[in-house]
């Protein structure tokens, strides 16, 4: 059983094992739901997390977010999310939700350590943390890889009196300074924030969308019927497993999502100003594509994410920090497993309605190469998502 929960508040340092079976990186929902299935199967683990506070990841994005999931969506096993199912809920409840499950299921989360290295020792894996190394037979990076805002090189050219502030620093409008306002990118959080913003500023959105999904996510018909399918399609069609799936995913892996919740008849009404691509700065302003240099008070950058992976110190990185994995094994470190990626087995799971079911996938092949505590029966256990049965059983 895993020990109760000890939420290193900041008040007391954090006292981790020198050594344990399993360490778990990341308490969001990618480390908890992984160390619900652990703590199921009786492994021994601990989850480490930066933030201080569990649910800091949701928090702390910008205050007018809403999920684009609804609440029947949200629910990570052995815990249901409060609230009508159809209900978009904003993400201080994703937040408050996180921090539940982690004190409901007791999950031994210390809080306020970060990971700064993982090596190899032997046949075990080093984890060198802010409090201190732990070593582990199994380590699960358990995250989303989209951990450090990224930003075009020449966004350091632009004027230092330009207020410039990307979605994820970005809270809500007051932040902002009197003026027009660029937003860059044209995705979701692109689209989001151009939105909010041109209530109160004259503002401009740079770059093309991806498309947008043909319905409006609030309408009864889709939060009651259109969404099951999207959640269907996402789950179980769009998955490593079929062909379809397979072909899509470097696309869907590579290319923003299609605007979710903002349409562009939406951005037009509102007096979002479409402008082409930013190629630079020309003496401190945007430069776009056409040759024009806009006059701005503000740039948004709503331009994403890299992995934020550097501090993993073994081989198992490919082209722009992305980890090479199959569904979450990584086949040359025996030990290592990833939950949380994009597309990491379908559409879904990144997001908290899939990343349960890959949490359990690699918990189960985590346990089958554990070795079996003496005079323990060989138990087997339903095939599920193609897995053999673990030799500890669950419960
Ligand atoms: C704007 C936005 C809106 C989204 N909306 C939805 C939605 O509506 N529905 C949905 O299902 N999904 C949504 N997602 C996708 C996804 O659900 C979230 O990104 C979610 O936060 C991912 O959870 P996670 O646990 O995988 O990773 P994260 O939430 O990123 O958590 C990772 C944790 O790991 C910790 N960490 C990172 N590096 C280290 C380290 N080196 N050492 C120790 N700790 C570390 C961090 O502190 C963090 O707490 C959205 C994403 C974004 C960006």
Not at 54 to 62: C, Q, T, Y
Not at 137 to 156: E, I, K, Y
Not at 193 to 212: C, I, N, P, Y
Not at 323 to 336: K, N, Q, S, T, Y
Request: with cysteine; aromatic share 6%.
């Amino acid at each position: 059983m895993a020990q109760p929960a000890q939420h290193d508040n900041g008040s007391r340092p954090p006292v981790l094992p020198r050594r344990i079976d399993t360490v778990v990186i990341g308490g969001g929902q990618a480390g908890l739901v992984t160390g619900y299935h652990l703590s199921r199967a009786g492994v021994p683990f601990v989850i480490v997390d930066a933030s201080e506070r569990i649910g800091d990841a949701w928090r702390k994005r910008w205050d007018s977010l809403k999920l684009f999931t609804p609440a029947r969506f949200n629910s990570l096993p052995g815990l249901p999310f409060p609230g009508p199912g159809p209900a978009f809920v904003g993400k201080d409840a994703m937040a408050d939700y996180l921090e539940s499950y982690a004190a409901e299921l007791e999950l031994p989360v210390h809080l306020g350590v970060r990971v700064r290295r993982l090596s190899r020792v032997g046949s075990d894996l080093l984890v060198e943390t802010t409090a201190g190394d732990v070593v582990a037979g199994n380590v699960v990076v358990a995250m989303a890889n989209s951990q450090v805002p990224w930003v075009p090189s020449f966004a350091r050219n632009l004027d230092p009196a330009i207020r410039s502030l990307h979605s994820a620093t970005y809270r809500d409008p007051s932040q902002l300074q009197e003026g027009p306002v660029l937003v860059v990118g044209a995705g979701n959080s692109g689209a989001e924030l151009a939105l909010e913003v041109a209530a109160q500023h004259r503002t401009f959105m740079s770059g093309k969308e991806s498309g947008h999904i043909p319905f409006r996510i609030d309408s009864p018909v889709a939060r009651h019927f259109l969404i099951h399918i999207v959640r269907f399609v996402g789950h179980h069609v769009l998955t490593v497993r079929t062909p379809i799936g397979r072909r899509l995913r470097p696309k869907l892996i590579a290319s923003a999502a299609p605007l979710i919740r903002v349409r562009p008849k939406d951005l037009e009404a509102a007096g979002v100003e479409r402008v082409p691509r930013v190629i630079g700065m020309r003496f401190g302003s945007p430069e776009l594509e056409d040759g024009r240099v806009l006059d701005v008070a503000n740039v948004l950058w709503c331009t994403g994410y890299r992995p934020g992976f550097t501090w993993i110190d073994l081989p198992v990185l490919g082209e722009r920090e992305q980890p090479l994995h199959e569904r979450g094994i990584v086949p040359g470190e025996p030990g290592l497993y990833f939950v949380g990626l994009h597309f990491l087995y379908a559409q879904t799971s990144e997001t908290v309605t899939g990343v349960g079911r890959d949490a359990r996938r690699v918990v189960r092949h985590l346990v089958r190469r554990r070795p079996a505590p003496a005079g323990a029966p060989d138990v087997p256990v339903s095939r599920r998502d193609g897995a053999s049965a673990p030799r500890v059983p669950a419960g």
